[in-house]
């Protein structure tokens, strides 16, 4: 219910940055925010392990960094692993009475290719293996930080320098892999969507997941204005938009339980959110028609999966 | 940046700063429920007590009304300290046994019985949601109502909050999470402080974005055009 809460509630938040100002990303970048207000959420008692990406080139150019709390920089592959690993140390050094016992959460993070792509088994592994931690996927649809090249969350008919728009090819010719999902379907107890542009909500999506014991997963959408080939002021209206549109819905899995953050009587066209994206600009309208009906799809799907959280609800209550 | 030693450890706090702020930089956990970054210290919870020890005097203190000075030297842990600290998370947990993070606080120091009698309040009366109000919204929508023992945290009089613009802040702010927001249709309602306000719809696409009254007074007070909120934050170009 505190997604629309933007103008006074904000203040609310903790002024201290564990994130720390002066790093490396693009203008306009939503993902930096993401990362702010996800530093910002867990306060200072938090290891991170960042994966390879945007957000570990710009945090830590040597001999800098951004981060005021501890944090790893590990390869694309090992992200869970290291966070899971991170999670059974720090249970043994409080069981040997090495460190006082107080909740130290493990936060894993990494960018779309890190989970959809490289990651996905070692993310896979830990959370079947159901450690206390959470794993963050700021996902900007791209391989941004090495040039642009498509991933597997990249939407259909996107154009990235490995899957360009042309007179052969319309641009990326898959669909987005549905990441949210597969956590869900790992029956761990937390999976979310969230996104920047809903300041509040990310913030208390993520502190509900290191409350929750066992894993929990979070698909943060990052609007990227150099891969998006979008204006850098547009980002946090492109954000609204994608869950204004239905593209990306914000919605969490408490335990099984579907519930949409964010429920919209009437879903704007997807044209408004694809017509300020240059990576969209070759798409006919009849194109934007298919994407359009798919996205609708699958919004309903989900209201349904909502509509069914909510019943079960009500009979127990 | 003045000095000082906090459990022996020297730290560093800036002018005007409090003891519970530079505690909670340095990684020294000291439990509190009333304290807000974003408005003044307060001292309503007492969960924050610390001695301090200045110029040979060591006193019992709240370490986030207790301003940073050169050369004390603050002890979080001693038996005192953790004594007090039990006693009022017990006589918080008597007033309101319902409540979630109490309970686990209670448990975390050691509290497992309430010798009190107890009450069935969820309000700790923390009093974060006024002073929330006051200083970042200026709303002053509520504020305490009598004194002593039946103080509360209520709407004036039992009625609507008039002045509420149901903003949300208190909703995101209060420790104990008790003051509840309900969206129904085109009506947002915060149950604690019976205030409903119609919720304006945008030209453009139709969604509810905030309420009548809210966007009237933010109209109001920075002088905008009449159509400024016609259009909602996103449909704005």
């Known amino acids: 219910m505190t997604e629309k809460l933007n103008v006074f509630a904000v203040r609310t938040l903790t002024q201290k940055e564990y994130f720390a100002p002066g790093h490396r990303a693009c203008q306009g970048c939503a993902e930096v925010l993401a990362v702010r207000l996800v530093a910002k959420a867990l306060g200072r008692n938090v290891i991170v392990s960042n994966a390879t990406g945007c957000m570990e080139i710009v945090s830590s150019p040597l001999p800098f960094t951004s981060w005021r709390v501890p944090w790893f920089h590990v390869a694309f592959e090992n992200t869970a692993a290291v966070a899971s690993g991170i999670e059974a140390g720090l249970k043994v050094l409080m069981r040997k009475g090495r460190i006082p016992r107080k909740k130290i959460v493990s936060l894993a993070m990494a960018g779309d290719g890190g ?135 914000l919605y969490e899995v408490d335990h099984g339980k579907y519930r949409l953050s964010i429920d919209f009587p009437k879903l704007k066209p997807v044209k408004e959110y694809i017509k300020l994206q240059g990576r969209f600009r070759h798409l006919t309208d009849d194109m934007i028609e298919q994407i359009e009906k798919r996205i609708r799809k699958e919004y309903e799907e989900l209201k349904e999966k909502a509509a069914k959280g909510a019943r079960d609800d009500s009979n127990r209550g | 940046m003045i000095p000082f030693m906090i459990d022996g450890q020297p730290v560093e706090g800036k002018e005007g700063g409090n003891v519970l702020e530079v505690a909670l930089d340095a990684g020294i956990e000291i439990p509190h429920l009333c304290y807000n970054e974003s408005v003044r210290p307060y001292g309503a919870c007492r969960l924050c007590l610390v001695e301090v020890s200045r110029r040979g005097r060591t006193r019992l203190t709240t370490a986030c009304t207790y301003p940073v000075l050169e050369g004390i030297e603050v002890y979080t842990q001693t038996e005192k300290v953790l004594r007090a600290r039990r006693m009022i998370i017990e006589l918080i947990l008597a007033m309101c046994p319902g409540d979630q993070l109490i309970q686990d606080m209670a448990r975390e120091m050691g509290v497992h019985a309430v010798r009190f009698k107890q009450e069935d309040k969820d309000c700790i009366l923390c009093g974060l949601c006024s002073r929330i109000c006051e200083e970042v919204v200026g709303a002053h929508a509520i504020q305490f109502a009598f004194r002593g023992d039946r103080r509360e945290m209520i709407p004036p009089f039992l009625g609507e909050a008039m002045n509420c613009i149901a903003c949300g802040a208190c909703v995101v702010a209060c420790p104990v999470d008790v003051i509840k927001m309900k969206e129904e249709g085109d009506e947002r309602t915060i149950v604690r402080w019976k205030r409903t306000l119609k919720m304006k719809q945008c030209k453009v696409c139709g969604n509810y974005f905030a309420p009548w009254f809210q966007l009237e007074k933010f109209r109001d007070q920075a002088k905008l055009q009449k159509d400024f909120f016609d259009v909602c934050y996103t449909c704005r170009t």
């Open chain 1, 115 to 249: 989970t959809a792509d490289i990651g996905l088994q070692a993310l896979s592994g830990a959370l079947e293996r159901g450690h206390d931690f959470i794993y963050i996927c700021t996902d900007n649809e791209a391989y941004m930080n090495t040039g642009i090249q498509r991933s597997s969350s990249t939407p259909f008919g996107a154009s990235t320098t490995t899957s360009p728009a042309g007179k052969v090819q319309i641009g990326q010719i898959t669909w987005k892999k549905n990441m949210a999902a597969i956590a869900a379907a790992h029956n761990i107890p937390y999976v979310a969507t969230a996104c920047p542009s809903y300041p509040i909500d990310l913030v208390q999506k993520v502190k509900k997941a290191a409350e929750i014991e066992g894993p929990a997963y979070i698909h943060i959408l990052s609007v990227c204005p150099t891969g998006w080939r979008s204006a850098p002021e547009l980002s946090i209206k492109l954000g609204r938009l994608a869950a204004e549109t239905g593209v990306f819905p």
